[in-house]
């Protein structure tokens, strides 16, 4: 088996940086299509999360996986997670202020990362992560999410949606 070099790690770690950007804005540019009074519509009655819910939800992992990441659980005490999925009264100010600072808070830590970091170990819930592992957990993680965000902005705007990839050969 091949060894990992300092360099490929470092690389891997711009990859992993570069993917969670390009994961925020995916998102952010779904939301300038979609406007922010149609961000707490769910499509069914259950379980389905809104806009809102989903950004609140993101913000508040986010934020509490990589707010002191070597000295404390990702877990954070202060995390309302059953609450993010509530309805709430947060206004789409207070919801992008939130969703900013999860954000501002994951991309810093991130960035800040060496190489030599990923072998390092941090908690999750009480459970041992190297970080490398808490990085690609949370990349899935924000994924999935941003993902629904766009399918969900996409279904509400209808037609008028513009299309955040390659637009489909017409014609």
Do not use: Y
């Amino acid at each position: 088996m091949a060894t990992v070099t300092s360099e490929q790690d470092a690389l891997l770690l711009q990859e992993i940086q570069e993917a969670f950007r390009r994961q925020k804005a995916q998102v952010e540019r779904a939301l300038a299509q979609l406007p922010p009074e149609r961000w707490s519509t769910r499509l069914d009655d259950g379980d389905g999360n809104s806009v809102s819910v989903l950004l609140r939800h993101v913000a508040g992992n986010l934020r509490s996986r990589w707010s002191d990441v070597f000295t404390t659980d990702g877990e954070k005490p202060d995390r309302d997670r059953d609450g993010e999925f509530e309805d709430a009264d947060a206004t789409p100010d207070d919801i992008m202020a939130a969703w900013e600072a999860g954000w501002a808070v994951a991309l810093a830590t991130i960035d800040g990362l060496r190489p030599e970091d990923l072998a390092r170990v941090i908690t999750i819930r009480g459970e041992p992560h190297s970080v490398a592992r808490a990085l690609v957990r949370a990349l899935d993680h924000t994924g999935h999410h941003a993902g629904q965000i766009v399918m969900l902005a996409k279904h509400l705007c209808g037609p008028a949606w513009a299309t955040l990839s390659l637009p489909r050969r017409r014609g």
